[in-house]
């Protein structure tokens, strides 16, 4: 992972909630199916460790459950732990192609679009020149 794609991803989770504390029970099996899943479905989550009763350090938890369920540490700051993990079924279905930018309209289009701007531009100088008539009418 490069740094730019790090640094995105630690943008993107300034803004997360933590879905999950690690305690004084540090980490169980039930806590690691659950960060997969949770991984599995929205690829950057954000845990919590309480570091008052946690046993073990939060980097030392990090790397723990990075290895057991085969995501990415993004980072470690305070108790606050990022893992990404990428999902390439939920990429597909969100992913749009991007809308292409600089196509030529047809000639209907073109002529359309052309008499609207003219028109617009007509109303706005006919407004204006009422607007003045009235100004200096008044004086």
Same mark, same amino acid.
């Given at each position: 992972?490069?740094?730019? &794609? ?6 993107? $989770? +300034? ?5 999950? /504390?690690?305690?004084? !029970?540090? *980490? %169980?099996?039930?806590?690691?199916? /659950?960060? %997969?899943? $949770?991984?599995?479905?929205? &690829?950057? *989550? ?6 008052? %009763?946690?046993p073990e350090t939060p980097r030392e938890?990090?790397? #723990?459950?990075?290895?057991? =369920?085969?995501? &990415? @540490?993004?980072?470690?700051?305070? !108790?606050?732990? @990022?893992?990404?993990?990428? +999902? ?13 930018? !600089?196509k030529p309209l047809s000639r209907v #289009? ?6 609207a701007k003219r028109e617009a531009a007509? #109303? ?6 009422? $607007?003045?008539?009235? =100004?200096?009418? %008044?004086?």
């Amino acid at each position: 992972m490069t740094g730019k &794609e790090r640094a995105a991803f630690r943008a993107q $989770a +300034n803004t997360l909630e933590p879905l999950f /504390q690690i305690g004084k !029970g540090g *980490i %169980s099996d039930a806590l690691i199916a /659950q960060v %997969s899943d $949770a991984l599995r479905k929205r &690829e950057l *989550i954000k845990i919590k460790v309480l570091l008052e %009763s946690a046993p073990e350090t939060p980097r030392e938890f990090a790397d #723990k459950l990075a290895a057991a =369920t085969g995501s &990415e @540490v993004i980072q470690v700051i305070g !108790g606050s732990i @990022v893992f990404y993990k990428e +999902n390439p079924d939920l990429g597909k279905e969100t992913k749009k192609k991007p809308a292409k930018k !600089g196509k030529p309209l047809s000639r209907v #289009k073109a002529k359309r679009a052309a008499a609207a701007k003219r028109e617009a531009a007509e #109303k706005k100088q006919k407004k204006d020149f009422y $607007a003045k008539k009235r =100004t200096y009418g %008044s004086r």
